[in-house]
């Protein structure tokens, strides 16, 4: 599934990815994954990812009332992870939920592809893991041929 953002909703969206930077840099807080080259673009990516996903779906992003809340469900009750490779894959790891679904975004510009979702369980299988890139540690990469379908999702 694809939606296209206007410019207002990409810089609103990408106003909240700056917001959760700038509380990283001013808690000395760092990466959790070990990969990150450029830190504000994976807070702007994943915020815009966020907001798509919500639009999508018509569940609520929570957004800039959870920057400071790390637990919280992303969009209703659902966690998104957004890329910028035009073939990202759903990326999980292993402190990351089971039992709830992860949605992969794939952010370009105003246009973001929302290939499917994946329950954490069903996304963290050994056939899954992998090292790719410059990643300092393996985690699950999910090609996006195994998510299922967005119009599914619980």
Same mark, same amino acid.
């Given at each position: 599934m694809r939606i296209v953002l206007s410019p207002k909703e990409l810089y609103d969206a990408a106003r909240v990815g700056v917001a959760?930077?700038?509380?990283?840099?001013?808690?000395?807080?760092q990466d959790r994954h070990g990969f990150v080259p450029n830190?504000?673009?994976a807070h702007i990516l994943g915020? =815009?990812?966020?907001?798509? %996903?919500?639009k999508i779906t018509g569940k609520p992003? @929570?957004? $800039?009332?959870?920057?400071?809340?790390?637990?919280?469900p992303d969009?209703?009750?659902?966690?998104?992870?957004?890329t910028s490779f035009p073939q990202g894959r759903l990326v999980l790891h292993p402190p990351d939920s089971g039992t709830v679904p992860w949605v992969?975004?794939? =952010?370009?510009?105003?246009? %973001?592809?929302?290939?499917?979702?994946m329950y954490g @369980?069903? $996304?963290?299988?050994?056939?899954?893991?992998?090292?790719?890139?410059?990643?300092?540690?393996?985690?699950?990469?999910?090609?996006?041929?195994?998510?299922?379908?967005?119009g599914t999702l619980p």
């Open positions: 959760r930077q700038v509380l990283n840099l001013q808690s000395a807080r830190p504000w673009e915020s =815009v990812g966020e907001d798509a %996903v919500a992003w @929570h957004g $800039a009332a959870t920057l400071e809340n790390f637990k919280a969009v209703g009750h659902l966690q998104v992870r957004a992969c975004a794939r =952010v370009m510009g105003l246009v %973001v592809d929302i290939p499917g979702w @369980h069903e $996304a963290k299988k050994p056939c899954y893991w992998q090292m790719v890139g410059g990643h300092k540690r393996p985690a699950f990469f999910v090609d996006n041929e195994h998510l299922h379908d967005i």
